[in-house]
């Protein structure tokens, strides 16, 4: 346990430092509407990085983090000089065209470079849970000064068009060019939105929605990394699922928190949800009787976590046969497993296999394997057969559910009685407006 | 035109019977061009997927035959995406070398393209390692279909391509058969002197960790043992408990290095060097992947020198 600790603490640790700067911008580029820049600046930098390594500096040198960042301030110029434009072509539109070019003229100039795509590679794809003091130490300071810094110009210059958009989308490029390299770009996209979407859902001033998002952020981040551990999945990919997740239960508590809206909320999602599951069932019991021999996605989820239905339409006899062969399948594949084990520790344990034995075991590997297809084909076409014979039988339950499930009674909406106070923080401004309004 | 004591004349013009400096120089061009053109023309074109494939294919074809590859070298031979310029050169080539076992798939819409082209399956007569029949399942570590493709890192396994190579260039140039079967026996007899000092160079290598199931010919070959894998599919991240589990079993095995390739991540490696005292090995898996591995056997000596103890 005191190992799991230890190996989770610094990418809990960075997870804080990331979620930290990473929620601010990330309310900044929810107000400017430019929701997919830090991907565009991510790979203006490999590009630049890549530049760098064509022309002869070392990967990981001074040379090449100059270069990125010089490629990270030309491409900020080059945002900040295009938002005129905005009215009529969306920023969004620019940054996709940033994207894509940078990324297409990376792949051009790692053609000319060995192990180039390495390095581009580097640059884009972090590994939280890899990541090291000698990383933290000077990120920490980085975005901390970048933070700072970020906030004391920007109300300095605030309203001198150019060179205020220019500042964020440098400041911005430092952090990006940086954090993509730590976490990697998806997670680096998650920790940029959805806290600060989070914290914009439920505050309407900045300061609020920089504290709900940093303790959502981190929140989420700490379960993220258990869920992680616990279930053995991709520590990014796990986090980036959290974060989904997260955003969805804040978008559920944003909707129960509407004034006089928590029992219509209630009673719509249970129509819909009570349509949407008669209109599967319904759609379950009509694809059964035309085709029972395909795919049944119901059915066999269904099958999946109560294994038992399959006794309602199997007859014992099918059940048998079903039964026998998987028992076969499963003696093939353990002794399909005996076989690579075996082979592989022969590798370098006792006397080595020569290349006769070799290739009997590929060729009894490879045997077994089609024997296991056979039994699962044998499980299948037991099964479908049964589906079959009983379509009209298994269609007409399907539609009953259906029906029962259209028949429930609904739930009321509870309206709150008048004069009733709204929830904290949801009052409707003195001046009329809505918050969506201002 | 009349050759005899008179200089030649290459036109009919009355006043060219001298030789000018120009003439004298249009005259040793041509010359040049048959002694260096027309054998480049009579040479067999074969094209290679990958650096070492074309490094076997010169060591059998030699001087008659052009070889070439497609993939870069250095590039990571699974992710390549070809080149408008590589179906010219399939197409202008008599036969296509692949390392097959589903290593090189995207040469399949290639081939479509090419009709005519023979191709030569080096994979063909190679006891394959991590076999799997019917394509690859949920369970599958390694996303291979019919084994584990890389089969060349065990010299030994050079007999068997550089067989397949010699068959195919004797059955499409009969009349230099024999002289591939002696560049053959050269190279296998080159490689044989090399075989027992590599052998002993990897003796008490240790227990090892890789980033990606890439060894289990390398493996075999030299008695390695690899315990563990960083990868365990294919640009999946690891987990944290399956990164705790490898901590555990490098303390546990005393793993003496972490071994990884030029393309592949230098993270993770290193976090898990760090922590267990084992050193990180950098790898070539094919010709080209650093720059002392220049044809085969300079690559198999790099290998056994950046893993020997």
């Given at each position: 346990m005191i190992d799991i600790l230890a190996l989770l603490a610094l990418p809990a640790l960075a997870c804080v430092a990331l979620v930290g700067i990473h929620a601010y911008f990330g309310l900044h580029v929810l107000r400017r509407n430019v929701i997919f820049v830090d991907l565009a600046l991510a790979q203006v930098a490999a590009l630049g990085a890549t530049a760098a390594f064509l022309l002869g500096h070392a990967p990981q040198g001074l040379a090449a983090h100059v270069y990125a960042l010089a490629f990270t301030l030309v491409a900020a110029a080059?945002?900040?000089?295009?938002?005129?434009?905005?009215?009529?072509?969306?920023?969004?539109?620019?940054?996709?065209?940033?994207?894509?070019?940078?990324?297409?003229?990376?792949?051009?100039?790692?053609?000319?470079?060995?192990?180039?795509?390495?390095?581009?590679?580097?640059?884009?794809?972090?590994?939280?849970?890899?990541?090291?003091?000698?990383?933290?130490?000077?990120?920490?300071?980085?975005?901390?000064?970048?933070?700072?810094?970020?906030?004391?110009?920007?109300?300095?210059?605030?309203?001198?068009?150019?060179?205020?958009?220019?500042?964020?989308?440098?400041?911005?490029?430092?952090?990006?060019?940086?954090?993509?390299?730590?976490?990697?770009?998806?997670?680096?996209?998650?920790?940029?939105?959805?806290?600060?979407?989070?914290?914009?859902?439920?505050?309407?001033?900045?300061?609020?929605?920089?504290?709900?998002?940093?303790?959502?952020?981190?929140?989420?981040?700490?379960?993220?990394?258990?869920?992680?551990?616990?279930?053995?999945?991709?520590?990014?990919?796990?986090?980036?699922?959290?974060?989904?997740?997260?955003?969805?239960?804040?978008?559920?508590?944003?909707?129960?928190?509407?004034?006089?809206?928590?029992?219509?909320?209630?009673?719509?999602?249970?129509?819909?949800?009570?349509?949407?599951?008669?209109?599967?069932?319904?759609?379950?019991?009509?694809?059964?009787?035309?085709?029972?021999?395909?795919?049944?996605?119901?059915?066999?989820?269904?099958?999946?976590?109560?294994?038992?239905?399959?006794?309602?339409?199997?007859?014992?006899?099918?059940?048998?046969?079903?039964?026998?062969?998987?028992?076969?399948?499963?003696?093939?594949?353990?002794?399909?497993?005996?076989?690579?084990?075996?082979?592989?520790?022969?590798?370098?344990?006792?006397?080595?296999?020569?290349?006769?034995?070799?290739?009997?075991?590929?060729?009894?590997?490879?045997?077994?394997?089609?024997?296991?297809?056979?039994?699962?084909?044998?499980?299948?076409?037991?099964?479908?057969?049964?589906?079959?014979?009983?379509?009209?039988?298994?269609?007409?339950?399907?539609?009953?559910?259906?029906?029962?499930?259209?028949?429930?009674?609904?739930?009321?909406?509870?309206?709150?009685?008048?004069?009733?106070?709204?929830?904290?923080?949801?009052?409707?401004?003195?001046?009329?407006?809505?918050?969506?309004?201002? | 035109m009349q050759i005899g004591s008179r200089p030649i004349a290459l036109s009919g013009d009355r006043d060219d019977r001298r030789v000018t400096p120009a003439k004298a120089g249009a005259q040793c061009l041509a010359l040049l061009a048959c002694a260096f053109i027309l054998p480049a023309i009579a040479q067999l074109k074969i094209v290679a997927t990958t650096a070492e494939m074309h490094s076997l294919a010169s060591a059998v074809g030699g001087e008659a035959i052009a070889v070439s590859h497609l993939i870069p070298a250095g590039e990571d031979a699974e992710s390549f995406q070809p080149r408008p310029q590589d179906l010219a050169r399939i197409r202008a080539a008599r036969a296509v070398l692949r390392v097959g076992v589903d290593y090189d798939l995207w040469l399949e819409r290639l081939l479509r393209q090419a009709p005519g082209v023979v191709v030569i399956d080096a994979s063909t007569d190679v006891a394959l390692l991590d076999v799997r029949a019917g394509g690859v399942g949920p369970g599958d570590g390694h996303a291979h279909g019919r084994g584990n493709p890389h089969y060349w890192l065990d010299p030994a396994n050079a007999e068997a391509i550089t067989g397949t190579i010699l068959e195919a260039l004797a059955a499409l140039d009969p009349p230099n058969a024999r002289r591939y079967e002696a560049n053959r026996l050269a190279f296998l007899a080159r490689l044989d002197a090399k075989m027992a000092q590599w052998s002993s160079a990897l003796r008490g290598a240790g227990a090892l960790i890789a980033y990606h199931d890439t060894w289990p010919y390398f493996a075999r070959r030299f008695r390695l043992r690899f315990v563990g894998f960083i990868e365990t599919r294919p640009g999946i991240a690891p987990s944290a408990a399956h990164l705790a589990d490898l901590l555990r079993i490098a303390k546990e095995e005393k793993v003496r290095a972490i071994v990884r390739e030029p393309h592949q991540p230098p993270r993770d490696a290193a976090f898990l060097a760090e922590r267990t005292g084992a050193r990180v090995a950098v790898l070539a898996s094919g010709v080209g992947a650093v720059r002392e591995a220049v044809d085969y056997i300079s690559l198999i000596d790099y290998n056994v020198r950046a893993l020997a103890p």
């Open positions: 080059l945002l900040a000089s295009t938002r005129a434009w905005s009215a009529r072509v969306p920023q969004e539109a620019q940054i996709g065209v940033i994207y894509v070019v940078a990324a297409a003229a990376a792949l051009l100039l790692v053609d000319r470079a060995p192990q180039g795509a390495e390095h581009i590679r580097q640059i884009l794809t972090g590994n939280i849970l890899t990541v090291g003091w000698e990383e933290l130490r000077w990120a920490i300071p980085l975005y901390a000064a970048v933070g700072l810094g970020y906030r004391f110009l920007a109300r300095r210059l605030d309203g001198r068009g150019w060179l205020s958009e220019f500042l964020f989308y440098a400041a911005f490029g430092v952090v990006v060019t940086s954090s993509v390299g730590l976490a990697g770009v998806l997670l680096v996209f998650a920790f940029l939105i959805i806290p600060a979407a989070i914290g914009v859902l439920h505050a309407d001033e900045f300061p609020r929605q920089l504290a709900i998002a940093w303790v959502a952020g981190v929140a989420t981040a700490l379960v993220g990394l258990g869920v992680s551990y616990a279930g053995d999945f991709s520590t990014g990919a796990t986090l980036v699922c959290t974060y989904g997740a997260a955003l969805a239960v804040a978008g559920v508590a944003y909707g129960l928190r509407l004034p006089h809206s928590s029992g219509a909320t209630f009673e719509i999602a249970g129509r819909l949800g009570r349509w949407v599951g008669a209109a599967v069932l319904a759609a379950s019991a009509i694809w059964i009787v035309v085709s029972p021999r395909t795919d049944q996605p119901v059915l066999d989820l269904l099958e999946r976590v109560f294994p038992a239905i399959r006794s309602a339409y199997m007859d014992d006899k099918a059940l048998d046969i079903a039964a026998d062969a998987e028992r076969h399948r499963e003696r093939y594949g353990e002794e399909a497993r005996k076989l690579r084990a075996l082979e592989a520790e022969r590798r370098w344990k006792g006397e080595p296999l020569d290349e006769i034995e070799v290739r009997k075991i590929g060729s009894f590997l490879k045997s077994y394997n089609e024997m296991m297809k056979g039994e699962e084909f044998v499980v299948r076409e037991v099964r479908d057969r049964a589906r079959e014979a009983r379509r009209w039988w298994i269609g007409a339950v399907f539609t009953l559910f259906a029906a029962s499930v259209l028949a429930s009674p609904s739930i009321r909406s509870r309206r709150p009685k008048a004069g009733s106070p709204t929830p904290a923080g949801m009052a409707r401004p003195a001046d009329g407006r809505s918050i969506a309004d201002r | -």
